[in-house]
């Protein structure tokens, strides 16, 4: 008989890539997580990535995690971690296995204690997802057998790309703000080169870039975040000129939820957010005269990553609403 | 002639209370800018809170700050830092004379170089404010003379209480928490205690308490933010009863900008936010029963803080919006 449908908020594991066959023996392609684990130095924010993984079991919506035991099948459980499989060229299909090794592996079995028929979401961070039963559990890693067809799921919502000029912060903000970002569902986030912040240093974005990836596979996010290289005003104007939805955060402008259209169909949307110091009356009107709407951040005065982190939830829970209203409506 | 009215983003300096009559060379109380720096560890909040009195003059609005020399009234400086001011029993008024020593002078000087007739904005984040003009600066301290008699400022726009069950997270999340809930302007936090979540490091309170303080005085707001001191579900029951505007994160439910009032008299709200691991469904329909409304969190799973400061940042902008267009109709 078919298994019970997973809880809704089962929480999944990453791998590398869904398009693979499983089985064999090969060795390990670098895991994304072993490179966290090598290069992250000891600062507040990959000390607090290392601690998170750990959090990971108690922030299920599930009951805590049971003995290491067979059960029966339909006791859904769950991981959330990169997985190193080799890569290669067909999506999977039912009743093919996956093998998870190396951390992840480390996290099912040691961590969530899931065992022998318990029930995963296999996530690779670029759309695809597929349920699978694991089989087998040894010491060096666990074979995942899939219960369905790899699914590649197209993005949904308004996908909002985030430009901010956070090259300039200092002291971990500029790392809490790319986090947050991923955590609230924002499609890209590029930094902002202005006059107040014309810089962001080299070694910063690598970090960064392996910061949203940790942050994809923690909050477990179907599709990653894009990290782009930094850009200049200038060259922002023709992406704001083929956006209807594009917000500048201006101190003294109309209030956001004022300004959000009635109804909208559109697909994207783009929030830029300027430095400390605010962007000079030049810029406003540069952004302002290619067609971004200058946009309120309320009666309190915010820092940039402050500011960013609350019109992005403003708009995401606005589009949320907004969408949930046009399904009623089918 | 009368001066020139000051920026309306001018920033603002932190006096210990503006019931107080200046000059004298009476010893300074104890700062709490000097408290910051005794007990403060070296962890990354404080050492954040640290560089950020240093970022302080680059958050500005105004122009960088120029040489200190005299000039004309008019030229609007500021200083947002702690001001140790022995207390007394009348609130000033204009002519008098007060006193700005210790970290609070430091930083006027030295970092946003301030000098004679600069003006700034005194406040003591009980809600006095007043507007003075530097007249001396000696080594010790610097002598501001009071343009008006000092205000008290009523709150206003409706204020938001804050209860999330924060006490076991780990990292430095809680003090992020409850920063960005401070920059936010929450009237007041109150850790949750929920079978989940059913302690609070009684250390992490003080630390806490400090931490409302340095933020109040960094995003320079007039009224202070309460840290109160944690309280279990059962008790909460009889606050939501007594509010008309009680949400309660939960993740399936209906948006949280489908729920709000299309009007709204109300002058204050709660928001309510559990654990990780969420709360039990014991507790949801407790709350429920109190007349609390659940709210989603947008199709993002969201950690504890995330989920507090983005219900939060969506509340405070829709209050925002709905104040601006209540006095537009007047």
Redesign the interface.
Known sequence: SAPPPLH??VLRAFVCSLHLLGGGSAAPAPAPGRIRRERLGS??AS??LK??RR?VA????LAPPRERTARPAGAARAVACPVSIPRRSLRPRQGEEVRIQGDEFWHMTRVLRLGINDRVELFDGAGGLVEGSIQKVDKGGSDVKLLEDARLIAP??IQWHVYAAFGTL????AD?LVE?CT???ACSVTPLLTE?CHTVAENRVDRLQRLVLAAVKQ???IHGMLLNPPIQIADLQPVISQSKLAFVAS??S?????TLPKSCNEESGLLIVGP???FTEEEVNVLKASGAVPV?L??????VE?AT???L??L???S??HR??TLKCR
Do not use: V
């Not at 108690?58 to 919506?61: E, V």
């Open positions: 809704p908020r600062g507040p000390t607090a601690r998170d959090d108690s922030r299920h919506l949904d919502g200092k002291g971990g903000r809490w947050k955590e609230l569902g107040r909050c477990q996010r101190a003294e109309p209030p956001l939820l004022s400390e110091g605010d309120g309320g009666p309190c005065r915010l820092r402050t982190i609350s019109l939830s403003a995401m829970l606005w949320d609403a949930q209203e």
